[in-house]
C-alpha cells in the first residue's frame, strides 16, 4: 500500500485539490491525504477549489490539516507543490529525507518545479492550477 502526502501551504487549494484528484483515481492499493506546512487545522477548501472539482465531476470535503510529523510518518511519498515547500518539510522533518519531491519532479517534469498558487485568484487561475496537478499526477500514476 502506497501512501501519498500532498502539501502546500494553507491546505485550501493546490494539495486539496492534488488530494481529490488522486483520490478520484479510486487506485486500491494507494491511500491519500494532504496538509499544509502553514495550515489552520479545520479550515474548509477555498470556494473556487471546489468550484473547479465540481466542474470536473469530482466530489470531494475537505478541512484542512497542520503538516506533523504524524502525517510525515504516514505518508511513503511527500509531494508537495513547490521547491520552497520541499525544503520546509526536509528542514522541519528530517525523516522526510529522501521520500519528499515536487509534485512535478515525482512526475519527472523538467524545468520549472512548482505548480503556481491560485489563492485569492480568480477560477480561471484556479482552473490552471488544476491542470498543472492534473498532468503531473497523471504521469506519477504509473509509480504506485
Known amino acids: 500500500m ?7 501551504t494553507g491546505n485550501t487549494c493546490r494539495s486539496p485539490m492534488a488530494e481529490a484528484i488522486l483520490k478520484a483515481k479510486q487506485i486500491p492499493t494507494v ?3 494532504s496538509a499544509g506546512v502553514y495550515a489552520l ?14 466542474e470536473q465531476e469530482i466530489e470531494f470535503e475537505h478541512q484542512s490539516t497542520q503538516l506533523s510529523v504524524q502525517e510525515v510518518d504516514w505518508a511513503t511519498f511527500v509531494l508537495t507543490m513547490t521547491e520552497s515547500h520541499k525544503q520546509a518539510v526536509i528542514t522541519n522533518f ?21 505548480i503556481s498558487d491560485p489563492y485569492g485568484g480568480s477560477l480561471e487561475n484556479y ?18
Not at 502506497?2 to 502546500?8: A, G, H, I, P
Not at 479545520?42 to 465540481?54: C, D, E, F, H, R
Not at 482552473?127 to 504506485?144: C, D, G, H, L, N
Request: aromatic share 10%.
Open 2 to 8: 502506497e501512501r501519498v502526502l500532498f502539501v502546500c
Open 31 to 33: 491511500q491519500v491525504k
Open 41 to 54: 487545522n479545520g479550515s474548509p477548501a477555498s470556494a473556487n477549489a471546489l468550484k473547479v472539482l465540481a
Open 94 to 114: 528530517p525523516n522526510a529525507n529522501g521520500k519528499t519531491f515536487t509534485l512535478k519532479e515525482f512526475a519527472g517534469e523538467q524545468g520549472y518545479a512548482d
Open 127 to 144: 482552473r490552471a492550477t488544476f491542470e498543472q496537478i492534473r498532468k503531473a499526477i497523471e504521469k506519477s500514476i504509473e509509480k504506485w
